[in-house]
């Protein structure tokens, strides 16, 4: 590739070059050369010469090159065309050609021929484009030759020049390619951003760009000068504040180096002079944006829409920048006395972007019934995540299912229908809907739900880490038994073979018991297929005989949380269940010693009656009463 | 002036761009520069500030336009790369990505239009910052951010305007309102700083060994997910917003930056990363919202307010009937001596649920470690 170096050749005049070249080459194959080496420019061997082994067109040159301009393109390219017929030019050109090849043979002979043929494909590709491109080219019927196309695009290129009026009349700037008002506007759209420069000590806006009102639907004018704080959400404020303080007044900031993890302190001695620019700044904050757009133009403004009070919403923005200090004078000829006899102005200067999310959505109307929730369970069933909607579906909060297994609350036969999805779903990479099964809430009765599960895999381990479940409710409790025996008499049907061998399965107390460990032996299941050992066997041999006492209260609508810390302190192979075993370690604790309580109460979700609060406290208080002599907790109603 | 040092596809090239940008920008009206600064200086600033260089993408790749400054990150200039073809400068395994970005999304909606992801691409600097040979790449992890420009005349014109920033930034600022943390490859945390506790309730030991799906809200899994393989992946990665569960209730909503790197042992001089460590992912995690609360807690809250006020007329055996039922006898005059203490539980009990209030599916509530 040549690398034109003087005034004399310029690059148009090279693209001649090739173009001629190419004439030659199809006439006579590779073409041994014209005349001899008497080059007229020294410069023009030197810069052939320097060439050395042919590079391959898609090489880039490895020295940085200057910018270009534009103009000068035009300009050169403008005489160069008219030149082009110029005789003296193409003997010279045919000369240093000529030269150019009997260096290149020396070389390279076959690979050379590939290289060229090369780039004369990807030359002509570029100018097929560029007739593409121009207006003036695409009518034509038949293919353009190079040369008429490269004219047409002078053309074009200066039409456009003439279009972007006055961009490059600046001559003082360096040039560029873009002019800068569209560099600007490319840039804060592809940002979604604003620039902001904000004194420190008083967070006084002393300016921002244009692109605001785009962004938060104020006026540039409305925000210069105004205070920053009363545009950032109330809780931000001391975030904010905290960017804006000199190093020495904040002793807990640190500095790490992202690329090593390491700390880095900053230097003990730091006075305000060493806030000069290059401290950076990184922070989210939430600004207001009016929903009113338009502009406010104060008193008489459109009557009837003003009378609302003007709503304020926030969003959140990115902000990344950093101080700068700056001549007070300068910057801000608004300030009182007392600024001038500061010297200097530490100004945080920041590039705000709308966080690429969606802004917060207001939360969602709580008196709507929640019809979906979503559930997150271990590889074995148990429940780790409640979305808190779940508690009008279900009656338990979100408290109580922690834990437990899903299998506890399947309707005894649904049972084999739900097995064989986990299984499904812990193999499958895909989401699985299951059918109607019945889910039994909290008061004893039993809505009809659908759910779709899908099995999320730890992208580094690859194994399973948990089931995501998105229920759905199909009917309420109050609905016909024979709706949902024809349901589940359905799922009997299938997959008849799958239910795991339990023994002692029966209706009653029981099922619950058994049935949590139907979760616990598919879980093992497929750890067995990640692990060579086999898992400790669980569920059928646990001793079951220290829950038996409480079965009482399983049958109640108040699942404790000692059963399910009985059943599943014996499973091993659960991540939560030291959780659960210290639950059972805690359950009979003395009263007295109230002190080591964690009250770290139970939240309660939206719920739909007060019952369900008191729930909570009773099971809390279960815990910690002496359940032998708890009686019959039958009896228990509750008037609120 | 500059005399420009070009080959002649080069020029083809950059005048291809230059039309094609012209046309881009025809299509929407051009503002006046009304700022008070010269828009010179406020697009360096920008630029600068931003940490990164502006991008111009064609649908099918061409860089179209690239602001000067690429050459500060990617050590080749303007000039040699536009018109270039990005995917011959991205990992191959990234192209897929790219290709999805890239294409135009039918529709008006705003987020449609809105870019962001996470690419490998070359770069000709060394670790030392300064230019070396095209032939000795790097891989630079640069986190694309924008959105897509339609031209409704002709889809051909149509581009995604992206502003890239290299990741890691070098140096993080961390507020109060960050904290700091180590994973093990598969997420679960190795370390946490001691803010975590202010900032979201736990305890860093409590932590430990926990994966951080299990942290945060189940309807952001894919968001994390995708963090994790950009991590696995490409060793750098941007998380956008998800929500992270609060030990009390409820959740907030958080950002992260992470970075894969060897594991490091904090010490005094530079460690040099060692490939034979184990490596690990450092999080820096930055709160964004305030705890987020459904308006049904007052509700609750009030109530247990009233029943605070029937606790103190209890009177009765709690073994019988702890529903505060009004028509409790009063006529037992003997306390029972649990009684009291029974009270003085409840009362406690209530006043820290209203104090603290929010189920939170993550920890296990009364029955935690402390009790014991």
Redesign the interface.
């Given at each position: 590739m040549h690398h034109t170096t003087t005034a004399g050749v310029s690059t148009c005049s090279a693209a001649l070059r090739s173009l001629h070249r190419e004439r030659r080459f199809q006439s006579a194959g590779m073409s041994t050369g014209g005349s001899d080496s008497t080059v007229d420019k020294p410069a023009d061997r030197a810069a052939e010469e320097e060439e050395g082994p042919i590079q391959a067109e898609s090489t880039m040159p490895s020295v940085e090159l200057p910018r270009k301009r534009k103009g000068e393109v035009e300009e050169r390219s403008d005489t160069r065309v008219q030149q082009s017929l110029n005789f003296n030019l193409e003997d010279d050109l045919s000369r240093s050609e000529g030269e150019d090849q009997q260096v290149k043979m020396k070389c390279f002979r076959e690979p050379h021929r590939q290289i060229e043929k090369r780039r004369r494909d990807k030359m002509n590709n570029l100018i097929d484009e560029l007739s593409a491109m121009i207006p003036a080219c695409q009518p034509r019927a038949r293919k353009l030759d190079k040369l008429t196309v490269l004219r047409k695009a002078v053309q074009h290129l200066k039409a456009l020049k003439a279009g972007a009026s006055g961009a490059f009349a600046d001559a003082k700037h360096k040039p560029s390619i873009l002019p800068h008002d569209d560099l600007r506007h490319l840039l804060l759209r592809a940002a979604d951003g604003f620039l902001l420069v904000v004194r420190c000590d008083r967070a006084k806006i002393l300016f921002i760009s244009e692109s605001v009102s785009k962004i938060l639907n104020f006026s540039k004018l409305e925000l210069t000068g105004q205070s920053l704080f009363d545009f950032i959400h109330p809780k931000d404020i001391h975030k904010v504040k905290e960017q804006f303080s000199s190093s020495e007044m904040l002793p807990q900031q640190r500095l790490v180096d992202a690329s090593t993890g390491l700390q880095v302190q900053a230097e003990a001695p730091v006075r305000p002079s060493h806030l000069a620019t290059g401290a950076r700044r990184s922070f989210f904050c939430r600004m207001k944006h009016s929903r009113v757009t338009g502009k406010h133009e104060g008193k008489h403004s459109l009557p009837a829409a003003s009378k609302k009070k003007e709503t304020y919403r926030y969003c959140t923005l990115h902000c990344t920048g950093y101080m700068r200090t700056w001549p007070s004078g300068q910057l801000d000829p608004e300030g009182d006395a007392a600024d001038k006899e500061t010297p200097s102005l530490n100004c945080l200067v920041t590039v705000c972007r709308l966080h690429p999310n969606v802004s917060h959505q207001p939360p969602k109307d709580v008196n709507v019934k929640a019809t979906e929730f979503v559930t997150r369970c271990a590889i074995d069933g148990k429940f780790t995540f409640v979305d808190q909607q779940a508690t009008t579906v279900i009656g338990y909060l979100p408290q109580e299912v922690l834990g437990t297994s899903c299998y506890e609350y399947f309707h005894q036969d649904d049972l084999q229908h739900m097995a064989g999805k986990h299984r499904q779903v812990l193999r499958s990479k895909e989401k699985i809907e299951t059918q109607c099964y019945k889910f039994r809430t909290k008061h004893g009765s039993y809505v009809t739900l659908q759910s779709q599960w899908f099995s999320f895999t730890n992208p580094w381990t690859k194994e399973v880490e948990f089931i995501v479940s998105s229920n759905r409710v199909i009917s309420g409790p109050g609905h016909t038994k024979d709706e949902s025996e024809a349901g589940s008499s359905k799922s009997t049907q299938d997959e008849a073979q799958q239910l795991p061998d339990i023994p002692g399965l029966s209706t009653g107390v029981g099922t619950m018991i058994y049935a949590g460990s139907i979760g616990t032996q598919i879980a093992n299941e497929l750890s067995d297929t990640y692990r060579a050992n086999s898992s400790p066997s669980s569920g059928a041999s646990s001793p079951f005989g220290s829950v038996q006492e409480k079965c009482l209260l399983t049958s109640r609508s108040t699942p404790s949380r000692e059963e399910e810390a009985g059943s599943s302190s014996t499973s091993q192979s659960q991540a939560d269940s030291s959780k659960e075993a210290a639950e059972s370690s805690g359950a009979p604790e003395s009263r007295g010693d109230l002190s080591q309580l964690d009250l770290d109460v139970p939240g309660l979700s939206s719920f739909s009656s007060d019952e369900a609060a008191m729930a909570v406290i009773m099971s809390l208080l279960e815990t910690d009463v002496n359940m032998s002599q708890s009686g019959d907790f039958e009896d228990l109603h509750w008037p609120f | 002036?500059?005399?420009?040092?070009?080959?002649?596809?080069s020029?083809?090239?950059?005048?291809?761009?230059?039309?094609?940008?012209?046309?881009l920008?025809k299509v929407?009206e051009?503002?006046?520069?009304?700022?008070?600064?010269d828009?010179?200086d406020?697009?360096s600033?920008?630029?600068k500030?931003?940490?990164g260089f502006?991008m111009?993408l064609s649908t099918l790749g061409d860089m179209i336009?690239l602001?000067?400054n690429v050459?500060k990150y990617m050590g080749?200039?303007?000039?040699?790369l536009?018109g270039h073809n990005i995917f011959?400068y991205t990992h191959p395994c990234d192209h897929e990505e790219i290709r999805h970005n890239l294409r135009l999304t039918a529709g008006w909606c705003v987020?449609n239009q809105?870019r962001?992801f996470v690419v490998r691409i070359k770069s000709?600097l060394t670790h030392r910052g300064r230019?070396g040979?095209?032939?000795s790449t790097t891989w630079k992890v640069l986190h694309c951010?924008?959105?897509v420009?339609l031209c409704a005349a002709s889809s051909s014109v149509s581009c995604v305007?992206?502003?890239c920033r290299p990741l890691?930034?070098?140096?993080?600022?961390?507020?109060?309102?960050t904290f700091?943390s180590?994973h093990s490859?598969?997420?679960r945390f190795t370390y946490c700083d001691q803010r975590v506790t202010s900032l979201l309730g736990y305890r860093p030991e409590e932590l430990l060994g926990r994966?951080i799906?299990?942290l945060c809200?189940?309807?952001d899994?894919s968001c994390l997910?995708k963090n994790?393989?950009n991590l696995?992946l490409k060793s750098q990665s941007v998380s956008?917003?998800y929500r992270m569960l609060v030990?009390?209730?409820g959740y907030v909503?958080v950002?992260s930056?992470s970075?894969v790197?060897p594991g490091?042992q904090?010490s005094r001089s530079?460690?040099r990363?060692n490939p034979s460590q184990p490596l690990?992912i450092?999080c820096?995690t930055?709160i964004?919202?305030?705890k987020?609360q459904?308006?049904?807690?007052k509700i609750?809250k009030a109530?247990?307010l009233k029943l605070l006020f029937s606790i103190l007329k209890f009177q009765t055996n709690?073994?019988?009937?702890?529903?505060l039922?009004?028509k409790v006898i009063y006529g037992q005059k003997k306390q029972l001596p649990?009684v009291k203490?029974?009270k003085?539980?409840?009362l406690?009990?209530?006043?820290?649920?209203i104090l603290?209030?929010?189920?939170?599916?993550?920890?296990?509530?009364?029955?935690?470690?402390?009790?014991?």
């Open positions: - | 002036s500059v005399r420009a040092h070009l080959d002649k596809p020029v083809i090239r950059l005048t291809l761009s230059y039309i094609r940008l012209q046309t920008l929407h051009k503002r006046n520069s009304l700022s008070g600064l828009p010179l406020e697009n600033m920008y630029l500030i931003l940490e502006l111009v336009f602001s000067d050459s080749l200039s303007q000039t040699e536009m011959e987020l809105k962001d000709a230019v040979n095209l032939k951010q924008g959105r420009k305007l992206l502003t890691p930034l070098s140096h993080t600022l961390l507020s109060t309102h700091t180590q490859m598969d997420m994966s799906y299990d809200h189940t309807l899994t997910n994790h393989l696995c956008g917003r030990r009390s209730g909503w950002e930056h970075a790197i490091v904090p530079r460690p990363p690990c450092l820096v930055y964004l919202s305030q987020q459904l308006p049904d807690v609750f109530f247990i709690p073994m019988c009937n702890i529903a039922d009004e649990d203490i029974f003085a539980f409840i406690k009990l209530l006043l820290f649920s603290k209030f929010q189920s939170n599916p993550m920890c296990n509530s009364a029955l935690d470690e402390n009790v014991k």
